[in-house]
């Protein structure tokens, strides 16, 4: 069975840095396409960002474009979020997901259970 | 941007039938494929439809996906409605001049 693990959630103040990762297992972390998915509380879904299978492509949603980078560790599996300049309004679970195929239109088909980030002071 | 449409909430009673719609903004919906995910309470959201009308192995075939080019729009239908199909869902879609990923705000199903 597909399993994603995030970690790396909690409190940070704003303006500081975190980083999340998702740990996967139980098929072929390196083929396939990964997104980050964040819904802030209270909140529908948000897309985050994307990544292709061997890291030479992401995508950034605009709210988050030049303050967030995600990459990839094919070796071990994993999947990583880096979020610097953080505001208050980045307060979210955050959930990373697999992608259904590697193409540009394709959604998710399997999800982590997700970590909390919260920005407050 | 494109952006997609879905009504706040519905309610039908167990047995029936519910329809959920998803409606695009711009374009053509069917140029994309469309995604529905489920999201119970407390839950990470899980996926019920893929690729406009696949269902991932494990999810029951009272779970069914649409597209209508005429209206522009997606549909999910949940037939034989159980008290355990309550939860939020979402439809998602891709939009093509950007690259980016677009969910729905989602839906409410309240089973009562």
């Known amino acids: 069975e597909v399993q994603l693990v995030e970690s790396g959630g909690g409190l940070v103040q704003p303006g500081g840095s975190l980083r999340l990762s998702c740990a996967a297992s139980e098929f072929t972390f390196s083929i396939y396409w990964m997104h980050w998915v964040r819904q802030a509380p209270g909140k529908g879904l948000e897309w985050v960002s994307r990544i292709n299978s061997d890291g030479s492509s992401t995508i950034y949603a605009d709210y988050v474009k030049g303050r967030f980078t995600i990459s990839r560790d094919n070796a071990k599996n994993t999947l990583y979020l880096q979020m610097n300049s953080l505001r208050a309004e980045d307060t979210a679970v955050y959930y990373c997901?697999?992608?259904?195929?590697?193409?540009?239109?394709?959604?998710?088909?399997?999800w982590g259970q997700g970590t909390l980030v919260t920005v407050s002071s | 941007n494109f952006m997609l449409t879905q009504p706040h909430s519905v309610s039908e009673s167990p047995g029936k039938t519910v329809t959920i719609s998803c409606t695009g903004s711009?374009?053509?919906?069917?140029?994309?494929?469309v995604q529905w995910y489920q999201q119970r309470p407390g839950s990470a959201p899980t996926t019920v439809i893929y690729e406009d009308n696949q269902r991932p192995s494990g999810v029951p075939d009272r779970f069914s996906g649409s597209i209508d080019s005429s209206s522009n729009s997606a549909s999910l239908t949940i037939s034989e409605l159980k008290t355990e199909d309550e939860a939020d869902y979402y439809c998602?879609?891709?939009?093509?001049?950007?690259?980016?990923?677009?969910f729905g705000g989602g839906t409410q199903l309240t089973v009562l």
């Open positions: 711009s374009g053509n919906i069917a140029s994309n494929y």
């Open positions: 997901a697999r992608a259904a195929g590697n193409y540009y239109g394709s959604g998710s088909l399997y």
């Open positions: 998602q879609s891709y939009d093509s001049t950007n690259q980016r990923r677009v």
